[in-house]
């Protein structure tokens, strides 16, 4: 098999068992680049490497990116879920995590508010890069990754390296990360029901059936509140759930 029909065969389980359809020349530039250089391509049977995922995802992300989603969680979405069942944690997906600054903005939101929610926080990071999810249990970042950061929250909550900013433990709020595929049913049987799931800005990345069957997954898991990004499959959502009004949109109930 020539590098062009290797190529076009990888593109298209790649696209089968992640969902990601990649048509850029960059990406098959990528592709290219990684089997001139040796990169392993899996057999039929063989899972698709952590090596070949982590070329193909994009993690572009910082701390308190799209501010205004956070806003409204705190102002907003937790306090009518903190009186809605006032036993149960309240549990938060976010997915993709990235290396983990939307899953710790959400906690650094929530520590800021106090007291003033009663109930256990989970929050569940998944990302189907295994590097991604290595940096997010470092939680060490980059001053670009944390430049929307106040100062009095740098200096509160995190310790300067050679590396970067590194967060201190955060103990008052469960959070993991876990690599995963959004796709898999089984999955999503060991996740279990969130109250608010954050996914913004992957579906980009799918085509409209991927995203519908991704809409989908989401709604049978949600018991709350969904918030997508700006850039997300809008229409589909929009038949799916019930879009929330207010300032900060692309937020949907069911």
Same mark, same amino acid.
């Given at each position: 098999?020539? +590098? ?18 990649? &048509? ?12 001139? +250089?040796?990169?392993?391509? @899996? &057999?039929?049977?063989? @899972? ?25 969680? !705190?102002?907003?979405?937790?306090? =009518?879920?903190?009186? %809605?069942? @006032?036993?149960? @944690?309240? $549990? ?14 959400? %906690? ?8 003033? !929610?009663? $109930? ?7 990302? !189907? ?5 290595? &940096? /997010? +249990? ?9 430049? /929307? ?31 995963? =595929? ?18 913004? +800005? ?33 229409? =589909? /959502? &929009? ?16």
């Amino acid at each position: 098999m020539n +590098n062009e029909s290797m190529i076009n065969t990888l593109l298209e389980r790649i696209q089968k068992e992640t969902g990601i359809v990649l &048509k850029r020349d960059t990406d098959r530039e990528k592709i290219q680049r990684f089997i001139e +250089n040796g990169g392993e391509i @899996p &057999k039929d049977f063989e @899972p698709l490497s952590s090596a070949l995922i982590n070329l193909i995802t994009v993690n572009e992300t910082y701390f308190e990116r799209e501010s205004y989603h956070f806003d409204r969680l !705190i102002n907003e979405i937790l306090p =009518n879920i903190e009186t %809605a069942s @006032p036993i149960l @944690p309240i $549990r938060v997906l976010t997915a993709p995590c990235s290396s983990g600054e939307e899953s710790y903005t959400i %906690a650094l939101r929530i520590l800021a508010m106090g007291k003033k !929610i009663s $109930r256990p926080i989970e929050i569940v990071g998944i990302d !189907i890069s295994e590097e991604m999810i290595y &940096k /997010a +249990n470092r939680g060490c970042y980059s001053e670009r990754s944390v430049h /929307a950061l106040s100062q009095e929250v740098l200096e509160h909550y995190f310790f300067q390296t050679e590396e970067g900013y590194r967060l201190y433990p955060i103990e008052e709020i469960s959070i993991h990360f876990i690599t995963g =595929n959004l796709f898999d049913d089984k999955l999503w049987e060991d996740l279990g029901d969130f109250d608010v799931i954050f996914s913004r +800005n992957m579906m980009i990345y799918f085509d409209a059936d991927k995203n519908k069957e991704l809409l989908l997954n989401f709604k049978k898991h949600l018991k709350g509140y969904l918030i997508l990004g700006h850039a997300d499959d809008h229409l =589909n /959502a &929009k038949k799916i759930f019930t879009p929330l009004r207010g300032e900060g949109g692309n937020i949907y109930t069911l």
